[in-house]
Nanobody
Framework: LQLVESGGGLVQPGGSLRLSCAASGTTLDYYAIGWFRQAPGKEREGVSCISHSGGSTNYADSVKGRFTITRDNAKNTVYLQMTSLKPADTAVYYC????????????????WGQGTQVTVSS
């Protein structure tokens, strides 16, 4: 299973971005997916996760109400819609996959993408 993130970039505060996590090599149907981020000098933190069916989602308190995670298993892709972006959201964003239940704990994830940079600045 290979994961590739895209959709990052530079955006002004209050703006929006949609990140994509595209999978190849196998179907994502049985994998939970998590989005994580790491800012310079900080530890990697969980942002959001979604179950294999899309029926269960979870969000970090810092992004609740602003970010939405969805998935399209037919396209083998998971999305992270980010709105009302703040400078504190600046980080490299990673998606990761785990066979089984979704979790915000990065140590459980086996497959990782290479990351995409999100910069929120005026």
């Amino acid at each position: 299973l290979q994961l590739v993130e895209s959709g990052g970039g530079l955006v002004q505060p209050g703006g929006s971005l949609r990140l994509s996590c595209a999978a190849s090599g196998t179907t994502l149907d049985y994998y939970a997916i998590g989005w994580f981020r790491q800012a310079p000098g900080k530890e990697r933190e969980g942002v959001s996760c979604i179950s294999h069916s899309g029926g269960s989602t979870n969000y970090a308190d810092s992004v609740k109400g602003r970010f939405t995670i969805t998935r399209d298993n037919a396209k083998n892709t998971v999305y992270l819609q980010m709105t009302s972006l703040k400078p504190a959201d600046t980080a490299v964003y990673y998606c990761a996959a785990v066979w089984g239940m979704p979790t915000m704990q990065s140590t459980f994830y086996v497959y990782w993408g290479q990351g995409t940079q999100v910069t929120v600045s005026s």
